[in-house]
DNA sequence: TGCCAAATATGATCGCCATCATGTAAGTGT
DNA sequence: ACACTTACATGATGGCGATCATATTTGGCA
């Protein structure tokens, strides 16, 4: 059966948003073409009247990850890591840091789902720097480093069963990004 | 044809070896059983005489990696961090850190695989927090926190296409981390 | 030297999945 | 209202991969 135009609009927003979930969760691979419709209420025949292929579709449901989370929640440096390095994080993948649940898995994909990824990679730099401020010529490094650290942390976290250790490695890396990002860190006290 | 017994174990650590550097390379699910056997120099019907599955691959191919890496190779803590935040290190995924190559696939296998990985990451905190030395009560945070910075940034770093970008991540990563290990950083200089 | 067990090779089987073919019914423009 | 288009459903198709069945050859032992 046809659907109204702004009906098929939103069944595409559907599908890029369940793909978007079930990818973060599962992998690029391990998530079917059926499995993506089926999440979003409709049956696989579908699919390729709004992707090419499922390639095609990884690479625009990585774009629109990152275009949805844009701009960040509110509250400064501290609430931004607390959140990221949270145990509600760490156990919301689908939900989470479209870089920490993809970075491994983006390797392997296409050309075009790759440079989408690699605009959300600018884009994180760019958002913690401007977190973390301007206090001196260092702060693109100040950035780097702090982002490596957080998707660092998460990723590890989430390989983790043990949850004290899990939670040890989030707190630890929080506490030490705090040392490192401290602006007057080579002064006394 | 029958092989003798000093054989038959030879192949087996050759199935091992072929397949802890395919899965580095490519994710556990993007290798086929064929594969590993091909690599190793054998056929696929001889397979399940060494493993009872695939699954069970997985699991002894971690165990494995992780028992060869033990120790780490020369030098101190500089040394290391210099080959682990290399270029070489980047491109060299399948005889990498298995940490950095595996972390994100680990989660969707069986326990046996998983329990094996985290063995794996506690002694490479350890081996850490040796490379470190022991001068001070934080000690251990400042191991975790450089754990993860290093495995974040290779994770990064190997994501991204565009050389110059990857490299100014292990390069700021580098220098992030000697801000923060450094012992007496928050004294005067 | 031979028998026998065992290690591999070759060749199914079965299920899953991406993609395509075709049917169907409901929007859309006149 | 009508004809036509089109979005979606149902139902192939073809390939790949894990696992199993059977054949073959040869090391190990009497």
């Given at each position: 059966?046809?659907?109204?135009?702004?009906?098929?609009?939103?069944?595409r927003?559907?599908?890029?948003e369940?793909?978007?979930?079930?990818?973060?969760e599962?992998?690029?691979?391990?998530?079917?073409?059926?499995?993506?419709?089926?999440?979003?209420?409709?049956?696989?025949?579908?699919?390729?009247?709004?992707?090419?292929?499922?390639?095609?579709?990884?690479?625009?449901?990585?774009a629109?990850?990152?275009?949805?989370?844009?701009?960040?929640?509110?509250?400064?440096?501290?609430?931004?890591?607390?959140?990221?390095?949270?145990?509600?994080?760490?156990?919301?993948?689908?939900?989470?840091?479209?870089?920490?649940?993809?970075?491994?898995?983006?390797?392997?994909q296409?050309?075009?789902?790759?440079?989408?990824?690699?605009?959300?990679?600018?884009?994180?730099?760019?958002?913690?720097?401007?977190?973390?401020?301007?206090?001196?010529?260092?702060?693109?490094?100040?950035?780097?480093?702090?982002?490596?650290?957080?998707?660092?942390?998460?990723?590890?976290?989430?390989?983790?069963?043990?949850?004290?250790?899990?939670?040890?490695?989030?707190?630890?890396?929080?506490?030490?990004?705090?040392?490192?990002?401290?602006?007057?860190?080579?002064?006394?006290?």
């Amino acid at each position: 059966m046809k659907v109204s135009r702004d009906q098929m609009q939103a069944n595409r927003v559907r599908i890029l948003e369940s793909a978007s979930r079930l990818f973060r969760e599962k992998g690029f691979e391990a998530v079917s073409v059926a499995e993506v419709m089926k999440a979003a209420g409709l049956t696989h025949g579908g699919f390729y009247g709004h992707f090419e292929s499922k390639d095609d579709l990884i690479a625009q449901a990585v774009a629109h990850i990152f275009a949805a989370s844009e701009g960040g929640g509110p509250g400064g440096l501290a609430a931004y890591l607390d959140a990221y390095l949270s145990p509600e994080h760490r156990d919301g993948v689908g939900a989470g840091c479209p870089t920490a649940a993809l970075v491994s898995d983006i390797r392997r994909q296409t050309p075009a789902a790759r440079a989408a990824m690699a605009e959300g990679f600018k884009s994180q730099i760019d958002h913690v720097a401007a977190a973390l401020g301007d206090t001196g010529g260092d702060s693109r490094r100040r950035a780097i480093g702090t982002w490596a650290s957080m998707v660092g942390a998460v990723v590890l976290a989430r390989a983790i069963e043990d949850p004290g250790l899990a939670k040890e490695i989030l707190d630890e890396t929080r506490a030490w990004i705090d040392d490192g990002t401290r602006p007057n860190k080579n002064a006394p006290r």
